[in-house]
């Protein structure tokens, strides 16, 4: 056997020998200077001699095939500029007698050299093969695209601008378009399809603008969909990954999903485990992507819930299973369907599935590996649970999914509503396993945090995933995990409890005032809050959180927040690539420091309230910023680009400063019409006579518990209560002698401005006037009820109002300027010309200049056209 320096010795020598070959064919041409790229250039038009420079170069490839070493041989380097050189001349030649086999060299270039001998070629290669994509010779054109692949998915970041640039110059997706449809109407060979597609998904992938154009093509994605039938896995794996790139796109997904039931099937079945493991991946790659927006993930949940529950819990099962890796494959099928898993992040009817077809069990078995023989006991003692979780942890079982488990486990258990109870449907051994492992990792988390010693923090990233779990288990609707979460909380702090959660608020304290952040700053602030969040729910730290600088800290944290000096945002993986979001961002917002610092004040001040015999702690720490907090928080609150779980906490912690509801910029202009005279038409009065004047559009719908039930439209038919309601300017209601005027004033405040200011004494006489009213989120305010996690954030929404609700109490109507449309019809009127019954009250809040034009005289003019 040959010595390791023998072998290099020997390689170098053959290489020496295929380089002068290469040389000499090469002299066999001619070199020029080109001045437009400032370069020499070989050319050469005889056929024999490109032939033979052609099977030099396939001669050195081939001897550096396989061998990274080998690609990376002083002499393969020098080489680099000559053979390409050759090789691209050989190509623009288009000489069909050599061709299919310049194509071939080509697709084994690019296949065998590094990316950085290639990269000051790459704009001359995407050129040239760009340009023999639409050859008549298939076999031309197929290794092209091979070719063309391979160099745009290896490309580094520095040269992707350009390379798109190019492939926009020379149109080539349009090419790739046309030659796919050509297929469908031709006779070429399948692999022809194959490559084309796959290499327009890779440009689709890389280059957003041209997602949309592509799946506009109305030819081309019928000729797509007559490729569902195949049974081909080669054919399904290009369709997917062609979709997949497809659905980056916001507006695509959508489009895609809205379709109907035939393509959700489609992705569905492709996860199945008939499948092949590459189309499978797949498969859930383009799930992911259309999922990704809650209202496309119920859509699909409607149209084939229980399938797509049943591939993801099958998909997590596969956990010993890899496939080759292919693109940008993950490796594992689990990761995929982890992935997928956790559009449970989002409430709904697959939460039930999950539970029935056993998510319980799939979860457990990827914490602590195949434990059924251990659980065919029905009953084990707390002590006997600790020591299956901790050994089960201990060993490691496929510790790079821990943190998609956490995850998971949080969503599912944050969404348990009063309809879905996981004991009813999971095992509750599993679950309470589940609850267990997470508690152990949490503690292990908090003691290895505590050391605020970098590198004492083995994998500090799956930190997070955990102690958000943990806090979503504690706020679980679920009362069973939540008390269950807190009562081995506590047992497993019993002895460290107490000074770690000193050291948290020590900590915390230190790293709120810190200057500047880097990651790991970040990322301890977090685990700290949350940590902080997490004690504090259990009764014995509760004085301590209170009594300690915690409070300060937090103050100090939502504050740095609010002026933008601290932003966290939680990674979400899969979506650097993805255009033409509209979307919703979790509950939790893009800040998740900022929500836990809200999440965090909001403890604090319940536990206040509940602390009576201090009562002034927080009020001394925010002294000095509580006119700037209270109004960065009205403005947090009022503000669309905030999440609904942000906004939710901060108009919980303003019911402290005297402000219940939901303040709004819109309502804030509506609000100045409360109590005017100026286009009311309707009068509330007590029993002492003192009245309120109103609108009654408003009422009906904001609060239309204070109409009498004649003006109901849902009590009668619109046409009734517009003939009831014609001809009355304004009219006037008496309300019992129970509701006390200060309240009700208070209450059409809320309704008019989405808010309103009380003192303490005079919120519980509005209490009772909201119940019978049932203003259910403003109840929850006076009451000072915890927000429920995932919940929506009341919108201050006046569209009914051109509906039933409102459109029988217009006062003007805006008419087209078109004369009568056919099957144009109004249920409130006969008028044959397309109009509609507005109110002038919600104009005039909207739209300045309609403001202006009705206090010029038109306010006179009832029910007349508005041209």
């Known amino acids: ?131 023999l994509l639409s050859s008549h010779q298939v076999e031309v054109a197929i290794p092209c695209a091979t070719a063309l692949n391979l160099v745009i998915s290896n490309l580094s970041a520095t040269s992707e601008k350009e390379v798109m ?74 369709l997917l990954k062609l979709y997949t790139s497809l659905a980056l796109c916001d507006s695509v997904a959508r489009k895609l999903i809205e379709d109907g039931e035939i393509f959700p099937q489609m992705f569905v079945q492709a996860m199945g485990k008939s499948n092949p493991h590459v189309v499978q991946i797949e498969g859930f790659r383009l799930a992911q992507c259309l999922l990704r927006s809650q209202e496309n993930c119920l859509k ?73 023989d251990q659980l065919s006991e029905p009953v084990l003692s707390m002590e006997k649970q600790i020591t299956m979780a901790k050994e089960g942890l201990k060993a490691n079982y496929n510790f790079g999914l821990r943190s998609y488990v956490w995850d998971i486990l949080g969503w599912l258990t944050i969404h348990c509503g009063e309809n879905l109870n996981p004991y009813t449907h999971g095992n509750e051994l599993c679950i309470n396993l589940l609850i267990t492992c997470a508690c152990l990792s949490f503690v292990d988390t908090l003691e290895k945090w505590c050391r605020i010693c970098q590198k004492d923090i083995d994998n500090h990233f799956q930190s997070e995933p955990v102690s958000r779990a943990v806090l979503m288990m504690i706020h679980s609707p679920c009362n069973t995990i939540s ?40 990322l301890q602030l977090v685990i700290n809050l949350i940590g902080l969040l997490c004690l504090s729910s259990l009764p014995q730290y509760q004085r301590c959180l209170v009594e300690s600088k915690g409070i300060k800290a937090i103050v100090l944290l939502v504050k740095r927040c609010l002026c933008n000096d601290i932003h966290v945002e939680r990674h ?193 006489k509005l209490k009772i006037l909201a119940k019978r009213c049932n203003l259910q989120p403003l109840l929850q305010m006076l009451n000072r009820q915890h927000p429920k996690w995932g919940t929506p954030f009341p919108s201050y929404n006046l569209t009914s109002a051109l509906g039933s609700a409102g459109s029988c109490f217009s006062d003007v109507m805006l008419v087209a300027k078109s004369t009568e449309l056919v099957g144009w019809t109004c249920n409130i009127c006969s008028d044959k010309v397309p109009h509609m019954h507005v109110h002038k009250v919600i104009l005039q809040a909207g739209c300045d200049y309609l403001q202006g034009l009705f206090r010029s005289g038109m306010q006179e003019r009832q029910l007349k056209d508005l041209r």
């Not at 000074?499 to 608020?505: D, E, N, Q, T």
């Not at 979307?583 to 009576?612: A, K, M, P």
């Not at 009065?685 to 009498?708: E, F, K, T, Y």
Request: hydrophobic fraction near 40%; charge should be neutral; proline fraction near 3%.
């Open 572 to 764: 979400t993986a899969g979506l650097e690539r993805s255009c033409c979001c509209f979307g919703e961002e979790d509950w939790e917002g893009s800040n998740v420091l900022l929500f836990y610092s809200l999440l965090g004040l909001t403890e604090i001040l319940h536990q206040c309230d509940l602390l009576r015999d201090d009562p002034q702690q927080f009020s001394r720490e925010v002294t000095n910023i509580r006119a700037q907090l209270v109004s960065k928080l009205n403005e947090i609150c009022s503000n669309n680009s905030f999440s609904p779980g942000v906004r939710w906490y901060v108009s919980y912690i303003l019911t402290y400063f005297g402000c219940y509801g939901f303040p709004n910029k819109l309502a804030k202009r509506i609000g100045k019409s409360l109590n005017k005279e100026e286009y009311s038409d309707m009068k509330l009065v007590v029993a002492n006579g003192d009245c309120m004047s109103v609108h009654i559009v408003i009422l009906a719908v904001r609060c239309p518990s204070l109409l009498p039930p004649q003006l109901l439209p849902s009590r009668k038919s619109t046409e009734a209560v517009t003939d009831k309601f014609v001809g009355e300017t304004m009219r006037e209601v008496r309300l019992s002698s129970h509701v006390d005027y200060e309240a009700l004033v208070l209450l059409l405040e809320y309704v008019y401005l989405g808010c309103l200011h009380a003192a303490e004494e005079t919120v519980k």
């Open 300 to 372: 699909v949940v409607g149209l084939c819930g229980e399938a797509l529950v049943d591939a993801i819990i099958r998909g997590m099962r596969e956990t010993g299973l890899s496939s080759k890796k292919i693109g940008n494959n993950h490796g594992f099928l689990s990761v995929e369907a982890c992935q997928l898993a956790l559009i449970t992040r989002w409430a709904g009817d697959h939460h039930i599935n999950f539970w029935k077809k056993g998510i319980d069990k799939v979860l457990l078995n990827l914490l602590i590996g195949n434990i059924q």
């Open 1 to 131: 056997m040959k010595s390791g320096r023998e072998s290099d010795r020997s390689f170098s020598s053959h290489m020496q020998t295929l380089h002068r070959r290469l040389l000499h064919a090469l002299n066999l041409g001619t070199r020029h200077f080109d001045e437009k790229t400032n370069k020499w250039k070989w050319q050469c038009a005889n056929i024999e001699v490109q032939k033979n420079v052609l099977r030099s170069i396939s001669a050195i490839l081939d001897s550096s095939s396989g061998d990274a070493r080998a690609a990376r041989h002083a002499i393969v380097k020098e080489s680099v500029a000559d053979i390409l050189g050759a090789l691209l001349w050989i190509l623009q030649c288009k000489s069909e007698a050599l061709l299919t086999m310049a194509s071939n060299v080509a697709v084994k270039l690019v296949s065998v050299l590094p990316n950085t001998l290639l990269q000051p070629h790459i704009l001359d290669l995407v050129y040239c093969l760009s340009s």
């Open 165 to 238: 640039e190019a492939l926009k110059e020379t149109e080539t997706s349009i090419r790739i378009v046309g030659n796919i449809k050509d297929f469908a109407e031709g006779a070429k060979k399948i692999e022809y399809f194959e490559d084309m597609t796959l290499l327009l998904s890779t440009i689709l992938w890389r280059w957003p603008p041209s997602r949309f154009p592509v799946f506009n093509d109305v030819i081309l994605m019928k000729g797509l969909a007559n490729m569902h039938t195949r049974t081909d896995g080669s054919i399904k794996l290009v």
């Open 483 to 522: 008390s269950h979460t807190r009562f081995l909380l506590s047992d497993l702090l019993k002895v460290k409890g107490v000074p770690c959660f000193k050291s948290l608020i020590h900590t915390l304290d230190y790293t709120s005032s810190l200057e500047s952040y880097g990651s790991f700053d970040k």
